[in-house]
């Protein structure tokens, strides 16, 4: 490749570390590329690495040694986290979002990957030091929500599906019972979706008692597997007892009043 202008050099670093977080790339590797020094490539490292984190973009991980290099860490700032996250409860509290039987229309939010990605880099910020080998979720919703996440922090996804599928193989399913309907389902994984003993981050939409992902950890013991986190867009405000601990959730609905078209929407537990 031609050498560049430092500018120019700028600019493709950082676009390599961003589009490849937490991969690990050695300093020879910029500098054979844009046949500079070393030395010069530390210090346009030190330029990005100083932005990174002077705009909450996320941090520049220097590794020493022959085996060395840097990398890519995405994190998002605390306040550009609250500031999202309040958008998006006065997002949830539009009248025109409530469905027949008190449910909350979410799919336009789901959809947009404007909104995903931030909400991917948020559960990826919140998580990064978990050592997740992989993100597990059930069909169909939480799907998006698994994908924006596994983009920060460059792991596999796994799908839950709720029927037997004869492209996955065999599978292991099992039955658990919902904690809004309180009726049996099913659940099933393909057996080779997981390693034995994998770590595992659960990510969801929506959560009122518990029951899918409860259902999904019990799958889980199934592949030996060990949950490091769990992470829900949405959980509804909940009186008895949550059928799992230790999630975090980015938004909490308070309240749903059909009569009246009044919906309270504030910031999860994240911050709690």
């Known amino acids: 490749m031609k050498k560049l202008r430092r500018s120019a050099r700028l600019v493709e670093i950082t676009y390599q570390l961003i589009s490849q977080p937490h991969t690990l790339f050695p300093l020879a590797h910029f500098a054979e590329r844009y046949e500079s020094a070393k030395s010069s490539i530390s ?5 990005i ?6 705009e ?7 590794l020493a040694g022959a085996a060395g290099g840097v990398k890519y860490i995405p994190l998002m700032d605390k306040k550009i986290m609250e500031s999202f996250l309040q958008e998006i409860c006065h997002s949830l509290e539009k009248p025109e979002r409530i469905l027949p039987g008190g449910y909350l229309y979410m799919s336009d939010i789901l959809g947009n990957p404007a909104i995903l990605n931030r909400i991917g880099k948020i559960f990826a910020s919140v998580f990064v030091d978990q050592g997740a080998e992989f993100i597990l979720t059930v069909e169909t919703k939480g799907i998006p929500l698994a994908y924006a996440t596994a983009q920060y922090l460059q792991i596999p996804v796994v799908i839950v599906r709720r029927d037997n599928r004869v492209t996955e193989g065999s599978v292991v399913s ?3 019972i919902s904690g809004s309907s309180k009726r049996i389902q099913t659940m099933s994984l393909a057996r080779r979706a997981l390693v034995e003993g994998a770590k595992v981050l659960i990510i969801d939409d929506f959560m009122k008692a518990g029951g899918t992902i409860k259902g999904i950890m019990d799958l889980l013991q199934e592949f030996d597997a060990d949950v490091v986190g769990t992470g829900v867009f949405v959980e509804a405000e909940q009186a008895e007892e949550r059928l799992v601990e230790g999630y975090v959730s980015l938004a909490q ?3 749903v009043d059909v009569k009246d078209k009044l919906i309270k929407v504030v910031p ?3 911050f709690h």
């Open 43 to 47: 210090e346009d490292l030190a330029i």
């Open 49 to 54: 690495k100083e932005t990174f984190e002077a």
């Open 56 to 62: 909450g973009i996320g941090q520049l991980k220097t």
């Open 174 to 176: 099992i039955n658990y």
């Open 253 to 255: 609905l308070k309240s």
């Open 268 to 270: 999860g537990n994240l």
